[in-house]
């Protein structure tokens, strides 16, 4: 049974789930800047916030595919914070009609399995948007999870730009990794794996090496040489 949500959360979830109610009325643009917003507010009140590292070569402009890793709606959320886009959330977090009607109604698009999401994903490219996806679903913690090339084949299909980012959280601070963008190419499983690689590699890095301890440091003796200082009577 789910734990009961804090007294913080509560409100929040609340208007989270009034703005998707009627997040249709409007364009895409509220739509965006509700979700951001959205994400921001949950986030906070369970007492998180977002540190970004940004990609050593800078994105391309235009439509991309940003691909990222996922345990938990936390790293759904951190992710919307720092790419606003149309967000492709598994069908295993929304894993009730409800969940899955006001995710739907709040400009987010559930991948079921079924391959239908993909047409959807490859027309928004087309159109120049952005849209964020996590193609290795709900992985445990820690795991990037293997990276499904149907999730990445409207990149393909759109000839979109893949940029993959890593989420980590450490403490009370979630992490968002850009890194390099990756050219579509022709290969949607090649264009899965790579994203892949480049997720698991900065996840497996994430141990903080601890700063070598110094030695200690040495007391130097001053001997008195003969001669040195006054005599004593």
Do not use: I, K
Not at 130 to 152: I, K, L, N, Q
């Amino acid at each position: 049974m789910p734990a009961a949500p804090t007294p913080a959360l509560t409100p929040v979830l609340a208007r989270t789930a009034v703005r998707a109610a009627t997040a249709t009325w409007g364009g895409d643009r509220r739509r965006q800047r509700l979700l951001v917003c959205t994400a921001a507010e949950l986030l906070t009140a369970r007492g998180l916030r977002v540190r970004v590292v940004s990609s050593p070569t800078a994105w391309p402009r235009g439509p991309r595919l940003v691909v990222a890793n996922a345990s938990c709606w936390t790293d759904v959320l951190a992710l919307a914070t720092v790419v606003p886009g149309t967000p492709v959330v598994d069908a295993a977090l929304v894993d009730s009609p409800l969940l899955r009607s006001l995710a739907r109604r709040g400009g987010l698009l559930v991948d079921d399995g079924s391959g239908a999401v993909r047409g959807e994903v490859a027309e928004l490219l087309r159109r120049g948007a952005t849209v964020t996806s996590h193609p290795g679903g709900a992985a445990a913690d820690g795991e990037p999870g293997r990276f499904r090339a149907r999730a990445v084949a409207a990149a393909v299909d759109a000839q979109a730009v893949v940029c993959p980012v890593a989420v980590r959280q450490v403490g009370d601070v979630v992490e968002v990794h850009l890194l390099p963008a990756l050219q579509p190419g022709g290969d949607a499983r090649a264009l899965a794996s790579l994203a892949e690689y480049a997720v698991a590699h900065v996840l497996e890095d994430g141990a903080r090496v601890a700063p070598a301890a110094r030695p200690p440091r040495r007391r130097r003796t001053v001997r008195a040489r003969s001669g040195y200082g006054r005599a004593r009577p």
